[in-house]
């Protein structure tokens, strides 16, 4: 199947301060890539939807000066948690589709605590 | 109500046994479903598509009923590398993956 890395895998990091996540297709150009959250004992919740060359779609709810994605090739998106603080304190997966196929392909994850 | 729902378990289950479990899911125009399957701290994984005329993957069956909006997955003979929780998902249109809460199994010995 195909694959998707994240880094990094997990981070702490204080209140207050920024943290860039990666996701990358590896073996395959994703034009649309996702962003979830996932609280503990909770469902994956969709943040984000990332084109490459455009502007992400956020939903509702989601603080896009927050929560700052850039999809700037086919094989990278980036997820920046701006100014954080505990409550975003969770895991982040991102996923990437590719082309003509609905199947979503899930990176690995990042734990993100703030202290 | 939300978009798609399962019942959360858990199912705890004893070797062997057969399993079922069901999704309902609230917009009629979804095109395409599936289950993941997620370990604990990992991330999901695509355990199988659903299909309209039902499928089978070895030990696992998936049925979609569109006319009652509903999605189903039996697990027979389940394994206790079975435990994990399973996820049911419909995607509306290319970008509209819709998950559900997801269905705790714990198989034991």
């Known amino acids: 199947g195909a694959v998707v890395s994240q880094h990094p895998s997990w981070v702490i990091c204080k209140s207050g301060t920024s943290v860039k996540i990666e996701c990358r297709s590896l073996d395959f150009q994703a034009t649309t890539m ?4 996932q609280f503990p004992k909770q469902s994956l919740m969709l943040m984000a939807t990332s084109n490459e060359g455009s502007k992400a779609t956020y939903e509702q709810g989601v ?10 090739s086919l094989t990278l998106s980036t997820l920046t948690v701006t100014s954080a603080h505990p409550e975003d304190s969770s895991f982040y997966i991102c996923s990437a589709r590719r082309d003509s196929h609905y199947e979503q392909y899930f990176g690995p994850g990042t734990r993100l605590t703030v202290t | 109500r939300k978009e798609v729902e399962q019942d959360p378990g858990p199912f705890n289950v004893p070797e062997g046994a057969t399993v079922a479990f069901n999704c309902t899911y609230s917009n009629s125009a979804s095109q395409s479903f599936f289950w993941y399957r997620q370990d604990c701290r990992k991330e999901p994984k695509l355990l199988m598509s659903v299909y309209s005329s039902g499928n089978e993957d070895g030990r696992f069956t998936a049925q979609l009923n569109r006319a009652s909006q509903y999605i189903s997955l039996l697990i027979r003979d389940s394994k206790l590398s079975d435990s994990a929780t399973y996820l049911c998902v419909v995607n509306s249109n290319n970008n509209d993956m819709r998950f559900g809460a997801g269905t705790r199994l714990t198989v034991k010995p």
Request: proline share 0%; hydrophobic share 45%.
């Open chain 1, 63 to 72: 603080e896009k000066d927050k929560f700052l994605i850039n999809h700037a």
């Open chain 1, 34 to 37: 996702f962003w979830y959250r």
